[in-house]
């Protein structure tokens, strides 16, 4: 057998297969390797955003701060009622509610005149946390919420009180692509601010919570984000779908006292 002429075309292709070859099994090698510590960032970076608008601050460790006050549920988003026996319950703190949604199995398709945020689809189950004080009692309830601003999906998280289920405690936004300094001031806590003690919906039950220009309703309106009225829109309509529609039953249920949140 001839010796392989690595000046050669042939040898040359078989120089450039091999080096490919490597490479790939490394590139692989590694991305297996660093997914265990890229699941633990993304759990971790859930769990900070979860506490920011729980009311509690982090002691210690993040994953500590989480265990000592927050706990996870998942409802059927359809009916309102807690659905935990759906994924065992170590699962339920990282169920991926966006990832479900594209599942046909998984996921509701939302008709055209409802679907406001957005999203096409939401996932069948949600979850939602009850942030407990030291003794046990429940403060908040943090509920996911997402839709389409301008050039984004934009993803957050919203605190309501658990005593009318009406009252907003507090909002973070953990993932965009608004444009920074402008629909990007979403992030912008002195905005945030503007939501606390905001009223979802009216004496009547109808819902009135919107972002607009000039806001004259004290009670239920925040101003719009300056520069940035499309952004400001998108996250309208995305609270508006949530918290005005999807979440709806589970809300009712809620305030009715029908969910015990403190046992």
């Known amino acids: 057998m001839s010796k392989l002429n690595k000046d050669s075309v042939l040898g ?4 450039i297969v091999t080096f490919c070859l490597v490479c790939s099994v490394l590139v692989s090698s590694a991305v297996v390797a660093l ?21 509690f601050e982090v002691k210690g460790s993040v994953a500590k701060t989480f265990k000592e006050h927050i706990e ?21 703190e990282g ?4 990832s479900l949604a594209k599942k046909p199995d998984s996921s509701v398709k939302i008709p055209k005149d409802r679907d406001v945020a957005g999203i096409l689809s939401r996932a069948k189950y949600m979850p939602v946390y009850f942030a407990k004080d030291e003794s046990g009692k429940v403060v908040r309830v943090i509920l996911p919420f997402y839709g389409q601003a301008l050039w984004s999906t934009v993803y957050g998280y919203v605190a309501l009180s658990p005593a009318d289920a009406n009252t907003i405690l507090g909002v973070t936004f953990y993932s965009h692509g608004e444009t920074p300094g402008l629909g990007g001031e979403i992030d912008n806590p ?8 905001k009223k979802l919906t009216n004496e009547n039950g109808e819902y009135k919570f919107h972002i607009v220009k000039n806001a004259a309703d004290k ?18 309509k995305t609270a508006a779908f949530w918290l005005g529609d999807a979440y709806k ?15």
């Open 95 to 98: 169920y991926n509610f966006a």
């Open 35 to 55: 997914d265990p510590f890229k699941t633990a960032a993304v759990a971790n970076d859930r769990q900070v955003n979860i506490l920011k608008v729980s009311g």
């Open 72 to 92: 996870s549920h998942l409802i059927d988003v359809e009916t309102g009622s807690l659905a935990d026996d759906v994924v065992p319950a170590s699962q339920i």
């Open 249 to 263: 039953p589970f809300l009712e249920k809620l305030s009715k006292g029908e969910i015990i949140v403190n046992e």
């Open 219 to 236: 009670n239920h309106e925040i101003d719009a984000l300056s520069g940035a009225t499309l952004t400001s829109v998108g996250v309208d």
């Open 190 to 197: 002195r905005w945030q601010a503007l939501w606390v003690d």
């Open 12 to 15: 040359t292709f078989v120089i």
